[in-house]
């Protein structure tokens, strides 16, 4: 499907490998019980949504992770890359056995590296000796501007590079004040942005206003990943860019696939 063209697709017997819950717009990912390049993909499941309205978004925020579904939909890829899976049916079956994560290097995960293969699919890591640091507390593409009235929340995640950049690190959060993004011109090439979509379990944020709000775990400069690091490699576009800009971040299930120190 993925090398193939846009259109009406049916996946059989594919396992739930994560899940973003929502009660009206679930993110459900599946991918091929064998694993493998371009085996998983993100489905997506909306009761709001004027374009692909989906009726069972209450079904598909109850997948747990390792069961075996069935699904029909409308797959879209564009031009640049950018692809979609809205759900129109689901079949939940019996449990299974989740692939096992992709072994990836850090550059692999770099916000522009463009790993289409390992897309959407679980990942690992294993940083050896080298660390990351914090360096951009408000990525553009992961800053949310509130809409009627809110005021929360404003960041999805952060961009870290090795401990050994040169990059000029950018500012932390200073009480509740969101600082400006460290990138003022081209992103380097070996950040790697994190995000935190599993907010849920795994509660870090640079969202200085906002996390204490929602319960998160405020980062510092200071803070940094070492080890095995892990999560789904997600990739999006930046909303309302033309051309399409696509971009690829990490986002962590958990607090043991990066903790943070």
């Given at each position: 499907?993925?090398?193939?063209a846009?259109?009406?697709?049916?996946?059989?017997?594919?396992?739930?490998?994560?899940?973003?819950?929502?009660a009206?717009?679930?993110?459900?990912f599946?991918?091929?019980a064998a694993?493998?390049?371009?085996?998983?993909?993100e489905t997506?499941?909306?009761?709001?949504?004027?374009?692909?309205?989906?009726t069972?978004?209450?079904?598909?925020?109850?997948?747990?992770d390792?069961?075996?579904?069935?699904?029909?939909?409308?797959?879209l890829?564009?031009?640049?890359?950018?692809?979609?899976?809205?759900?129109?049916?689901?079949?939940?079956?019996?449990?299974?056995?989740?692939p096992?994560?992709?072994t990836?290097t850090?550059?692999?995960?770099?916000?522009?590296?463009?790993?289409?293969?390992l897309?959407?699919?679980?990942?690992?890591?294993?940083l050896?000796?080298t660390?990351?640091?914090m360096?951009?507390?408000?990525?553009s593409?992961?800053?949310?501007?509130?809409?009627?009235?809110?005021?929360?929340?404003v960041?999805?995640?952060?961009?870290?590079?090795?401990?050994?950049?040169?990059?000029?690190?950018?500012?932390?959060?200073?009480?509740?004040?969101?600082?400006?993004?460290?990138?003022?011109?081209?992103?380097?090439?070996?950040?790697?942005?994190?995000?935190?979509?599993?907010?849920?379990?795994?509660?870090?944020?640079?969202d200085?206003?906002?996390?204490?709000?929602?319960?998160?775990?405020?980062l510092?400069?200071?803070?940094?990943?070492g080890?095995?690091?892990?999560?789904?490699?997600?990739?999006?576009?930046?909303?309302g860019?033309?051309?399409?800009?696509?971009?690829?971040?990490?986002?962590?299930?958990t607090?043991?696939d990066?903790?943070f120190?």
């Open positions: 499907m993925r090398a193939g846009p259109g009406d697709y049916e996946l059989d017997d594919v396992v739930s490998i994560a899940l973003i819950p929502s009206a717009s679930p993110r459900l599946v991918q091929d694993g493998g390049d371009f085996s998983a993909i997506r499941c909306s009761s709001t949504s004027v374009s692909h309205p989906c069972f978004a209450a079904t598909v925020a109850t997948v747990a390792g069961t075996r579904v069935s699904v029909k939909g409308l797959y890829k564009d031009m640049y890359g950018d692809e979609s899976f809205y759900l129109d049916s689901i079949t939940v079956a019996a449990p299974a056995t989740m096992a994560p992709a990836a850090l550059a692999d995960l770099s916000r522009n590296a463009k790993t289409a293969r897309w959407f699919q679980r990942v690992r890591v294993d050896g000796t660390t990351l640091k360096f951009d507390f408000s990525p593409e992961l800053r949310y501007t509130p809409t009627n009235g809110a005021v929360c929340p960041m999805f995640g952060w961009g870290m590079v090795p401990s050994t950049s040169s990059d000029t690190v950018g500012a932390a959060c200073n009480g509740t004040t969101q600082p400006a993004s460290a990138v003022g011109g081209t992103a380097p090439s070996d950040e790697l942005l994190v995000g935190n979509d599993f907010y849920r379990s795994f509660a870090y944020s640079t200085c206003a906002c996390a204490a709000t929602y319960q998160e775990t405020v510092t400069g200071t803070s940094t990943l080890g095995v690091i892990g999560g789904v490699l997600m990739a999006d576009s930046v909303y860019s033309a051309p399409a800009l696509l971009y690829q971040y990490l986002a962590p299930k607090t043991a990066a903790t120190h």
